[in-house]
């Protein structure tokens, strides 16, 4: 009987593997053209019918993308522009998921709906207004302007992770915490911060994916081409003799590694912090 159910949960992994396989392969397949045809030469990528792995590998795109001025810059720009929204949100955010976990306030429940409906909000519909208002501030043609308009969207996903984790934190810890002399502040930042690290570590990854991925707000607010991120630089190859799709795929795969590198390395805290910040708050 032992082996027999050691053969099904055998045979049953062998089954769940196999269809977690074929599921991922159409959202992995894009990735994998993107990096071969950024290794291709122009004839290869317009050649019928198409390779699906090159004939000759060339890394010159990749080199003609690292030495290039511009895309140095885009690079500092994007990672400016994620930073800078990330540490806004986060400061913001955290004490915010905090107060309304620990605390009893009138209209706590529509505060939080009102995070929800945020949430909904396509990004085009409040271009008008931030644009008028950053017009007004002088803030257009700077990196404040991405960075606010993007802070603006990952704040309530921060809010809506951290509060459920913060609520699962026993209150009789931080009592402790205060019984030894700590203060409320002290508190927070020695004992609830480092039990909530997975939620924390989430908020922050998603805060500066939100920024890196930015291009709606840094092309509206920004119409100099020195202060755009890796996202609105792409178009430059985009010109009146054609496109180079190969350059195109190189700077794209470019543009992901830090995104990938974020996960590989984070993915153990995401994946905690996710799956805590699920549970009904």
Request: a positive charge.
């Amino acid at each position: 009987m032992i082996r027999i159910r050691i053969k099904k949960r055998s045979s049953k992994k062998i089954l769940l593997t196999l269809v977690a396989i074929l599921v991922s392969i159409p959202m992995i397949f894009p990735l994998y053209w993107i990096l071969i045809s950024s290794l291709k030469t122009d004839a290869e990528i317009f050649a019928t019918p198409q390779t699906f792995f090159p004939h000759h590998i060339i890394f010159d795109n990749y080199i003609e993308q690292l030495q290039a001025a511009g895309t140095l810059q885009a690079f500092f720009n994007s990672l400016l522009i994620a930073g800078g929204s990330m540490i806004l949100s986060v400061s913001l955010a955290v004490p915010c998921a905090y107060g309304l976990a620990k605390f009893r306030m009138y209209g706590k429940g529509v505060f939080i709906m009102t995070f929800l409906v945020t949430q909904m909000l396509p990004s085009s519909l409040v271009l008008t207004p931030l644009f008028l208002t950053y017009n007004k501030l002088n803030l257009l043609n700077t990196y404040w302007a991405p960075i606010l308009s993007t802070a603006t969207i990952s704040i309530p996903f921060v809010v809506l992770v951290l509060r459920p984790i913060f609520r699962e934190i026993p209150g009789e810890i931080e009592e402790a915490a205060r019984i030894d002399g700590c203060n409320r502040f002290t508190a927070f930042f020695r004992i609830i911060l480092p039990l909530g690290k997975s939620g924390l570590v989430t908020a922050m990854t998603f805060s500066f994916i939100y920024g890196w991925n930015d291009l709606i707000y840094s092309i509206t607010f920004n119409s100099l081409e020195i202060l755009r991120p890796m996202t609105a630089a792409i178009y430059n190859y985009i010109d009146l003799y054609g496109t180079r799709w190969n350059m195109i795929m190189a700077y794209g795969i470019i543009l992901v590694i830090p995104i990938v590198i974020i996960f590989v390395f984070l993915q153990k805290y995401v994946v905690d912090g996710l799956i805590s910040g699920s549970v009904k708050g």
